[in-house]
């Protein structure tokens, strides 16, 4: 399992198209415990990222992609999902500056720099109904013989049971319970996306 | 004097904040960097960023909820610039309050934040 400069890019146009699709599946669900704009924002930043990646024909490295990916959705994403989403590709810039392909130890430890970024500026962690009980179970995988699209699956699922402890949904409490959480959808789309680029 | 950056979801929250604000400290300049474009609700990073270059001294940043405190930290890890701007996560209005009359007063940021976390202390 290797992840190329240009396979990441390929899985973020795919992921903006998957994004679009869902658009207003995401919005939706947000609407229920939550604000009711993370399909909307979601698409406004990857909407930008495509439009960024096609304007520009060929980056030097894996860093290079991400820093631009993570920039673009801080300055486009909005809600909370642009300093979060935002913060992936930041940190995955910060471990895979200069390498055009990681695979192995150095692709889990983009992946791990990246959900330990993400808890760090949601002060949260896994089990709080959040976008991290997708990334976190995806980063132990990489380092099993699991299959990814399995264990994205199944985290999505078991997401679905968990009370919201973190974020607007909090709010609602033990009403949270059977609902999905939006931006574990939509990290599950980014993943899924990855997953397929590093499948090959 | 210190200067104070009110980031809310709503714009309008943070002006009338302000209005309360003005009859506590009428002298301490406040910047609004709440709510998004045409009057809707969020927060903006590129908003909180504008506010750090019209600021005229430090500054403390105040928050509402969710994305306006990651938006607020976010902006902090980008600025480059040379004033002592600090984030303090604690209630808005009350924080605000506490932070505009001492700010009135002459206090520095890194008095202000020791203020903040003496009322605010969980």
Do not use: C
Not at chain 1, 9 to 30: G, M, P, R, Y
Not at chain 1, 106 to 129: I, M, N, P, T
Not at chain 2, 46 to 75: H, P, Q
């Amino acid at each position: 399992m290797k992840l190329t400069t240009q396979g990441l890019k390929t899985a973020l146009l795919n992921t903006a198209d998957q994004i679009e699709k869902q658009k207003d599946k995401l919005t939706d669900l947000d609407r229920e415990i939550g604000d009711g704009d993370h399909g909307i924002n979601m698409s406004r930043g990857f909407t930008a990222v495509k439009k960024e990646l096609e304007d520009k024909d060929s980056f030097a490295d894996l860093g290079e992609l991400s820093k631009l990916v993570g920039m673009t959705l801080i300055k486009t994403v909005g809600g909370a999902s642009g300093p979060l989403f935002g913060t992936v590709f930041v940190k995955f810039a910060t471990k895979w500056n200069g390498k055009s392909s990681v695979e192995g130890d150095e692709l889990y430890e983009g992946f791990k720099e990246a959900a330990d970024g993400v808890a760090a500026r949601g002060k949260s962690k896994a089990g709080q109904k959040t976008m991290l009980d997708v990334w976190e179970p995806f980063t132990n995988a990489l380092k099993s013989d699991e299959p990814l699209e399995t264990v994205i699956e199944k985290a999505l699922a078991d997401t679905k049971e968990l009370k919201a402890e973190k974020g607007r949904a909090s709010y609602f409490g033990d009403a949270s319970k059977g609902l999905q959480d939006p931006g574990a959808l939509s990290s599950s789309i980014l993943l899924r996306q990855i997953t397929e680029v590093l499948n090959g | 004097m210190v200067n104070l950056i009110l980031v809310s979801h709503s714009e309008k929250l943070a002006d009338g904040l302000k209005e309360l604000l003005a009859e506590m400290a009428a002298n301490v300049e406040i910047h609004n960097a709440g709510g998004l474009d045409g009057g809707k609700i969020g927060t903006d990073v590129s908003r909180i960023e504008k506010a750090f270059s019209s600021i005229t001294d430090d500054a403390i940043i105040l928050t509402d909820i969710g994305s306006a405190t990651m938006n607020a930290e976010m902006a902090l890890e980008l600025y480059t610039g040379d004033r002592d701007i600090q984030f303090k996560d604690v209630p808005l209005v009350e924080g605000a309050f506490l932070a505009a009359v001492q700010s009135g007063q002459g206090l520095s940021v890194e008095q202000i934040v020791k203020a903040l976390e003496a009322e605010f202390a969980k």
